[in-house]
């Protein structure tokens, strides 16, 4: 079946306009969580949901983040006034539930750069 | 708090010979241990994960690791390596008693030699 899908792929935007960075998850699938990859690092955690609410949103790194999952399926990542450090791969990945022996997949990743 | 390390930024090994991926962990109550990889302009897959049971867990494409709780590590093994298998892994866990997010390593580049 379908993965979860990231969407755009690819995002080059200049310092300080807006963006919004769109996750589908695998359908059923009620947890959905962002993660920000910088170059050689691994994931870091940024927020995740259960159903339509952020249960968790202590990875923010501060309040020009933001992020949506109105109806319990797709999620957008709001980035407001970006700045050059925004710059990383942001990953989406989803989980049958929130349960903490249920392993996350990963979609493919946006790619943000910040010029 | 819970914490991933991996010792070693990059492991060479020869094609067809024994690998090892080394992740130490710390968690305040019991781990959940995933270990990932990463190719290339991909997402991560999930290769496998231990949550209670048997010490040795296998999972896809021949891998297994060994859950050693003393030790507090979770070693990601393959009998024979591929070239196919170059890659990044990334070993991450989750704290049984708080988290729901995964928290990861920083990553081991394997690179298997022909």
């Known amino acids: 079946g379908a993965g979860v899908s990231q969407t755009p792929s690819n995002k080059v935007t200049e310092k300080g306009k807006y963006v919004e960075l769109r996750c589908d998850p695998i359908s059923g699938h009620t947890a959905l969580y962002w993660y920000r990859q910088s170059l050689g690092q691994g994931p870091e955690f940024l927020i995740y949901f259960q159903g339509t609410g952020a249960a968790d949103d202590s990875g923010l790194p501060n309040d020009r983040f933001f992020a949506v999952r109105p109806e319990g399926s797709v999620s957008t990542l709001k980035i407001q006034r970006t700045e050059r450090g925004d710059s990383a791969v942001y990953l989406c990945?989803?989980?049958?539930?929130?349960?903490?022996?249920?392993?996350?997949?990963f979609g493919p990743g946006t790619r943000l750069t910040v010029l | 708090a819970q914490s991933v390390a991996q010792p070693e930024d990059q492991v060479n090994v020869a094609e067809g010979n024994p690998l090892t991926v080394k992740c130490t962990y710390s968690v305040s109550g019991n781990p959940y241990l995933f270990w990932y990889v990463q190719y290339p302009n991909r997402g991560l897959q999930f290769l496998l994960k231990?949550?209670?049971?048997?010490?040795l867990v296998k999972g896809s494409y021949g891998f297994e690791a060994e859950f050693n709780k003393s030790q507090t590590s979770f070693h990601l093994k393959k009998p024979s390596a591929l070239v196919s298998d170059s890659a990044l892994y990334f070993c991450?866990?989750?704290?049984?008693?708080?988290?729901?997010?995964?928290?990861f390593g920083s990553g081991t580049q394997l690179t298997v030699l022909p």
């Open positions: 990945a989803s989980s049958l539930t929130s349960g903490t022996y249920n392993e996350q997949f």
């Open positions: 991450a866990v989750r704290d049984t008693k708080s988290a729901r997010q995964l928290t």
């Open positions: 231990y949550i209670t049971g048997d010490n």
